[in-house]
Protein backbone atom coordinates (compact mmCIF):
# COMPACT_ATOMS: atom_id res chain seq x y z
CA UNK A 1 0.00 0.00 0.00
CA UNK A 2 1.78 2.91 -1.30
CA UNK A 3 -0.20 5.71 0.02
CA UNK A 4 0.77 9.13 -1.11
CA UNK A 5 3.18 9.06 -3.95
CA UNK A 6 5.20 12.48 -5.05
CA UNK A 7 7.03 12.85 -8.34
CA UNK A 8 10.05 13.47 -8.74
CA UNK A 9 11.69 13.54 -5.92
CA UNK A 10 14.50 15.93 -6.71
CA UNK A 11 14.02 18.98 -9.11
CA UNK A 12 16.58 21.96 -10.65
CA UNK A 13 15.31 24.37 -12.42
CA UNK A 14 16.61 27.82 -14.22
CA UNK A 15 14.49 30.94 -13.59
CA UNK A 16 11.49 31.17 -15.58
CA UNK A 17 11.28 27.47 -16.55
CA UNK A 18 8.01 25.47 -16.33
CA UNK A 19 7.01 22.21 -14.25
CA UNK A 20 3.93 20.04 -13.16
CA UNK A 21 4.70 18.45 -9.81
CA UNK A 22 2.58 14.47 -9.41
CA UNK A 23 0.66 13.62 -6.31
CA UNK A 24 -0.77 10.16 -6.47
CA UNK A 25 -3.06 8.63 -3.41
CA UNK A 26 -4.18 4.80 -3.23
CA UNK A 27 -6.09 5.51 -0.18
CA UNK A 28 -9.80 6.64 -1.83
CA UNK A 29 -9.34 9.54 -0.36
CA UNK A 30 -11.62 13.00 -1.14
CA UNK A 31 -9.58 15.73 -0.19
CA UNK A 32 -6.36 16.59 -1.55
CA UNK A 33 -3.33 19.30 -0.56
CA UNK A 34 -0.26 21.00 -1.61
CA UNK A 35 2.16 22.56 0.71
CA UNK A 36 5.49 23.90 1.06
CA UNK A 37 8.18 24.06 3.44
CA UNK A 38 10.70 26.72 3.97
CA UNK A 39 13.35 26.31 6.98
CA UNK A 40 12.36 26.97 10.30
CA UNK A 41 9.15 27.13 8.92
CA UNK A 42 5.94 24.87 8.92
CA UNK A 43 3.63 24.16 6.51
CA UNK A 44 2.01 26.45 4.31
CA UNK A 45 -1.07 25.63 2.01
CA UNK A 46 -0.57 26.43 -1.28
CA UNK A 47 -3.37 25.07 -2.97
CA UNK A 48 -6.53 22.45 -1.75
CA UNK A 49 -9.11 20.29 -4.01
CA UNK A 50 -11.85 19.00 -1.51
CA UNK A 51 -13.52 17.19 -3.78
CA UNK A 52 -13.10 15.70 -7.05
CA UNK A 53 -13.96 18.79 -9.51
CA UNK A 54 -12.65 21.32 -6.83
CA UNK A 55 -9.76 23.14 -5.99
CA UNK A 56 -9.65 26.22 -3.58
CA UNK A 57 -6.58 28.84 -2.94
CA UNK A 58 -4.98 27.96 0.39
CA UNK A 59 -2.49 30.61 2.59
CA UNK A 60 0.18 31.34 -0.19
CA UNK A 61 -1.39 30.91 -4.39
CA UNK A 62 0.52 33.12 -6.41
CA UNK A 63 2.66 31.68 -8.89
CA UNK A 64 0.88 28.46 -8.98
CA UNK A 65 -1.51 25.92 -10.41
CA UNK A 66 -3.58 22.72 -9.67
CA UNK A 67 -5.35 20.24 -11.30
CA UNK A 68 -8.17 17.36 -10.55
CA UNK A 69 -6.96 15.22 -13.10
CA UNK A 70 -9.32 12.69 -10.76
CA UNK A 71 -10.29 11.12 -7.62
CA UNK A 72 -6.32 10.10 -7.24
CA UNK A 73 -4.36 12.52 -8.90
CA UNK A 74 -3.36 16.56 -7.92
CA UNK A 75 -0.68 17.76 -9.48
CA UNK A 76 1.08 21.30 -8.74
CA UNK A 77 2.40 23.59 -11.76
CA UNK A 78 4.87 26.46 -11.82
CA UNK A 79 4.30 28.34 -14.59
CA UNK A 80 7.18 30.71 -14.51
CA UNK A 81 9.48 29.17 -11.66
CA UNK A 82 11.34 31.90 -9.41
CA UNK A 83 14.26 31.76 -7.11
CA UNK A 84 11.31 32.20 -4.46
CA UNK A 85 9.97 29.16 -5.03
CA UNK A 86 13.05 26.83 -3.67
CA UNK A 87 11.23 25.04 -1.08
CA UNK A 88 10.16 21.36 -0.25
CA UNK A 89 6.72 20.86 -1.46
CA UNK A 90 4.21 18.05 0.21
CA UNK A 91 0.70 16.88 -0.90
CA UNK A 92 -1.34 15.28 1.16
CA UNK A 93 -4.49 13.56 1.30
CA UNK A 94 -7.92 12.78 3.84
CA UNK A 95 -10.82 11.87 3.82
CA UNK A 96 -13.88 14.23 3.54
CA UNK A 97 -15.37 13.09 7.03
CA UNK A 98 -14.89 15.90 10.71
CA UNK A 99 -11.57 15.19 12.15
CA UNK A 100 -9.67 13.40 9.58
CA UNK A 101 -5.66 13.08 9.79
CA UNK A 102 -3.80 13.86 6.92
CA UNK A 103 -1.38 11.58 5.00
CA UNK A 104 1.12 13.05 3.81
CA UNK A 105 4.14 12.06 0.54
CA UNK A 106 8.06 12.49 1.54
CA UNK A 107 7.92 15.58 -0.93
CA UNK A 108 9.71 17.08 -3.99
CA UNK A 109 13.18 19.30 -3.34
CA UNK A 110 12.79 21.55 -6.10
CA UNK A 111 15.47 24.17 -6.33
CA UNK A 112 15.26 27.20 -8.29
CA UNK A 113 18.54 28.93 -9.88
CA UNK B 1 0.25 33.62 8.85
CA UNK B 2 0.95 30.39 10.99
CA UNK B 3 -1.81 30.00 13.39
CA UNK B 4 0.28 27.77 15.66
CA UNK B 5 3.64 28.79 17.95
CA UNK B 6 5.53 25.88 19.10
CA UNK B 7 7.81 26.06 22.12
CA UNK B 8 10.25 25.32 22.44
CA UNK B 9 11.85 25.48 18.93
CA UNK B 10 14.60 22.97 19.98
CA UNK B 11 14.57 20.39 22.58
CA UNK B 12 17.60 18.34 23.30
CA UNK B 13 17.34 15.49 25.80
CA UNK B 14 18.96 12.37 27.01
CA UNK B 15 17.45 8.77 26.34
CA UNK B 16 14.75 7.49 28.88
CA UNK B 17 14.08 10.88 29.78
CA UNK B 18 10.42 12.99 29.39
CA UNK B 19 9.94 15.39 26.40
CA UNK B 20 7.46 18.06 26.59
CA UNK B 21 6.43 20.04 23.70
CA UNK B 22 3.83 22.91 23.72
CA UNK B 23 1.68 25.25 21.22
CA UNK B 24 -0.25 27.87 21.41
CA UNK B 25 -2.89 28.90 18.23
CA UNK B 26 -5.50 32.12 17.82
CA UNK B 27 -8.43 31.18 16.90
CA UNK B 28 -11.57 28.60 17.83
CA UNK B 29 -10.72 24.91 16.26
CA UNK B 30 -12.48 21.71 15.43
CA UNK B 31 -9.81 19.67 16.52
CA UNK B 32 -5.93 19.88 16.66
CA UNK B 33 -3.23 17.40 15.67
CA UNK B 34 0.53 16.76 16.04
CA UNK B 35 2.71 15.38 13.26
CA UNK B 36 6.01 13.94 13.26
CA UNK B 37 8.73 14.64 10.29
CA UNK B 38 12.05 12.54 10.25
CA UNK B 39 14.49 14.51 8.37
CA UNK B 40 13.95 14.05 4.85
CA UNK B 41 10.61 12.77 5.21
CA UNK B 42 7.21 13.25 5.13
CA UNK B 43 4.67 14.14 7.79
CA UNK B 44 3.24 11.46 10.26
CA UNK B 45 0.48 11.77 11.84
CA UNK B 46 0.54 11.11 15.46
CA UNK B 47 -2.55 12.31 17.13
CA UNK B 48 -5.83 14.18 16.67
CA UNK B 49 -7.68 15.50 19.77
CA UNK B 50 -10.79 17.16 19.21
CA UNK B 51 -12.36 20.94 20.82
CA UNK B 52 -14.08 19.23 23.09
CA UNK B 53 -11.25 16.77 24.38
CA UNK B 54 -9.24 17.92 27.42
CA UNK B 55 -6.76 14.77 27.10
CA UNK B 56 -6.00 11.87 24.66
CA UNK B 57 -3.52 9.12 25.05
CA UNK B 58 -1.29 6.61 22.69
CA UNK B 59 1.41 4.30 23.36
CA UNK B 60 3.84 6.78 24.99
CA UNK B 61 2.26 10.10 23.53
CA UNK B 62 0.19 12.04 25.92
CA UNK B 63 -1.72 14.94 24.18
CA UNK B 64 -3.75 17.90 26.53
CA UNK B 65 -5.69 20.59 24.99
CA UNK B 66 -7.08 23.61 26.74
CA UNK B 67 -9.51 26.05 24.66
CA UNK B 68 -9.89 28.62 27.26
CA UNK B 69 -6.18 29.40 26.71
CA UNK B 70 -5.79 28.46 23.31
CA UNK B 71 -3.05 25.97 23.93
CA UNK B 72 -1.68 22.10 23.81
CA UNK B 73 0.95 20.34 24.90
CA UNK B 74 2.81 16.93 23.63
CA UNK B 75 4.44 14.64 25.72
CA UNK B 76 6.75 12.01 25.00
CA UNK B 77 7.34 9.69 27.75
CA UNK B 78 10.83 7.56 28.17
CA UNK B 79 12.35 9.04 24.99
CA UNK B 80 13.99 6.68 22.44
CA UNK B 81 16.47 7.68 20.18
CA UNK B 82 14.37 7.06 17.31
CA UNK B 83 11.82 9.51 18.57
CA UNK B 84 14.71 12.40 17.25
CA UNK B 85 12.44 14.37 14.57
CA UNK B 86 10.72 17.64 14.10
CA UNK B 87 7.18 17.55 15.68
CA UNK B 88 4.65 20.18 14.48
CA UNK B 89 0.91 20.43 15.90
CA UNK B 90 -1.56 22.10 13.22
CA UNK B 91 -5.45 23.09 14.03
CA UNK B 92 -8.26 22.91 11.91
CA UNK B 93 -11.40 24.61 12.00
CA UNK B 94 -13.41 23.08 8.91
CA UNK B 95 -16.68 21.54 9.92
CA UNK B 96 -16.24 19.39 6.89
CA UNK B 97 -13.23 17.89 5.86
CA UNK B 98 -9.88 19.33 6.61
CA UNK B 99 -7.87 22.71 5.94
CA UNK B 100 -4.81 22.29 8.73
CA UNK B 101 -2.90 25.44 9.48
CA UNK B 102 0.77 24.28 11.04
CA UNK B 103 3.01 25.96 13.48
CA UNK B 104 6.70 26.57 12.67
CA UNK B 105 7.68 22.87 15.39
CA UNK B 106 10.07 21.77 17.47
CA UNK B 107 13.08 19.87 17.05
CA UNK B 108 13.45 17.41 19.56
CA UNK B 109 16.76 15.54 19.72
CA UNK B 110 17.40 12.58 22.20
CA UNK B 111 20.81 11.30 23.50
CA UNK B 112 21.67 7.65 23.93
Known amino acids: NAGVTQTPKFQVLKTGQSMTLQCAQD?????MYWYRQDPGMGLRLIYY???????DKGEVPNGYNVSRLNKREFSLRLESAAPSQTSVYFC????????????FGDGTRLSIL | SQQGEEDPQALSIQEGENATMNCSYK?????LQWYRQNSGRGLVHLIL?????REKHSGRLRVTLDTSKKSSSLLITASRAADTASYFC????????????FGEGTQLTVNP
Open chain 1, 92 to 103: ASCRRDFNQPQH
Open chain 1, 27 to 31: MNHNS
Open chain 1, 49 to 55: SASEGTT
Open chain 2, 90 to 101: ATDRETSGSRLT
Open chain 2, 49 to 53: IRSNE
Open chain 2, 27 to 31: TSINN
